[in-house]
Each structure stands twice: as structure tokens, then as C-alpha cells.
């Protein structure tokens, strides 16, 4: 069994200022990893991804995670946020044994304001 | 191409009645996935299908909910009788799951946002 921690319920910042957001997992087997974003009633949506090779993956709107194992981390990096990245952030991990059950942190509320 | 459809998106009932949920995955998927988001929660896993096959409901409460998933496509979760507790948004995800890599991204819907009263 996997599980997922994110100690940031919510991380204030000012446009244009860099964030991390923080996710930690463990499991017991190796992992594929996630970062879902969701904006104010609206679905998951799948931000970026780390399945294997390179462990730094980036997404198309500028944000950037890098895994590291010895860490058990999926940190979520923007150099320079907009007020638009307002928004929730979940981190999610799966197995790597077949199946594709994910298993969610409780979420980080990201606040951009001017 | 159209995302993953649910309905309704709101839902408001009175505690011991029943309700129905609706999912139509992505065109062409043939895994489906019902979560729970309570608020301030990440989502939780109740049921996932692999085309009409139901292959985890360990997390789904078999007392009061049900689901299926007719011809493989199409899905519908239920409670009866739903209790005050119930109250949360569900979720319902796709992919496509196959080939290579063990793994396979979801894509989510919008959810409905049960209030029980």
C-alpha cells in the first residue's frame, strides 16, 4: 500500500514569486507519480507526470517536479507564478505492479494574489 | 475530442432517499474509475471497472452503494438510502489501459456534488 503526504494545506504567494509545492510518499514497491491540478469546480486535470527516465518532468504551462528516490519526493516547482495558477494541487502515486489505482494527498490550495 | 461527461453536477436530497449518479467515459476507454472527494481531501477510490468487469470494490460501501457499467461504456453509482455523511463530490475517471506501460493516465470529470440533508 502507497500513501502520500503533502504538509501544505495552503501556500500564499505573490505573482510573479516562485513556489514548491511538497509531496512525500511511501510505498513499499517502486511508483509511478503525479501531480492532478483543480481549478474552482471543475475536474482533475492531469498536470505532469513521472513514469520513468529523466527524473525531472516538466508541464506545458511552466511548472516542473523532479523525483527523488532517496527522498521519497515529488516537490512541483514554477519559478514565476500567475494569478491564473490559483488553484488546488494534488500529488498521487500508483504501483508500478499493474495496476493503476491512485492513491491521492490531501492537497495543497495554492493562493496568487497581485 | 469530448472530456469525461457526468451528470448531474449537483445534487441536493434528503437523508434516506435515493440518488443516482451518471458517468459517460472518454470515446474509446475502457477503464473506469469512481472516486469520493470529501471536502478538503484529495480523491479515494470506491470502484474501478475494466470494461463491464468490476476489478476493485474494496472501497465501495456495499450496503448503501451500487454501480455498473452495462456494455462497457456508460456507468451509474448509486446510494440508498444516502446518510448525511455521504454528503462530498464523486468523481468519475477514464483511461485506457494497455500496451507497454503499466500504467495509465486518467482523466477526470468535472464530478457531482452531493449535499445530503
Known amino acids: 500500500a502507497q500513501s502520500v503526504t503533502q504538509l501544505d494545506s495552503q501556500v500564499p504567494v505573490f505573482e510573479e514569486a516562485p513556489v514548491e509545492l511538497r509531496c512525500n510518499y511511501s510505498?513499499?514497491?517502486?511508483?509511478?507519480l503525479f501531480w492532478y491540478v483543480q481549478y474552482p469546480n471543475q475536474g482533475l486535470q492531469l498536470l505532469l507526470k513521472?513514469?520513468?527516465?529523466?527524473?525531472l518532468v516538466e508541464s506545458i504551462n511552466g511548472f516542473e517536479a523532479e523525483f527523488n528516490k532517496s527522498q521519497t519526493s515529488f516537490h512541483l516547482r514554477k519559478p514565476s507564478v500567475h494569478i491564473s495558477d490559483t488553484a488546488e494541487y494534488f500529488c498521487a502515486v500508483s504501483d508500478q505492479a499493474g495496476y493503476s489505482t491512485l492513491t491521492f494527498g490531501k492537497g495543497t490550495m495554492l493562493l496568487v494574489s497581485p | 475530442e469530448a472530456g469525461v461527461v457526468q451528470s448531474p453536477r449537483y445534487k441536493i436530497i434528503e437523508k434516506k432517499q435515493p440518488v443516482a449518479f451518471w458517468c459517460n467515459p472518454i470515446s474509446g476507454h475502457n477503464t473506469l474509475y469512481w472516486y469520493l472527494q470529501n471536502l478538503g481531501q484529495g480523491p479515494e477510490l470506491l470502484i474501478r471497472y475494466e470494461n463491464e468487469e468490476a476489478v476493485d470494490d474494496s472501497q465501495l460501501p456495499k450496503d448503501r452503494f451500487s454501480a455498473e457499467r452495462l456494455k462497457g461504456v456508460d456507468s451509474t453509482l448509486k446510494i440508498q438510502p444516502a446518510e448525511l455523511g455521504d454528503s462530498a463530490v464523486y468523481l468519475c475517471?477514464?483511461?485506457?489501459?494497455?500496451?507497454?506501460?503499466?500504467?495509465?493516465?486518467?482523466?477526470f470529470g468535472p464530478g457531482t456534488r452531493l449535499t445530503v440533508l
Open positions: 513521472y513514469l520513468s527516465g529523466s527524473t
Open positions: 510505498s513499499s514497491v517502486s511508483v509511478y
Open positions: 475517471a477514464s483511461s485506457l489501459r494497455g500496451g507497454p506501460i503499466l500504467t495509465d493516465t486518467q482523466y
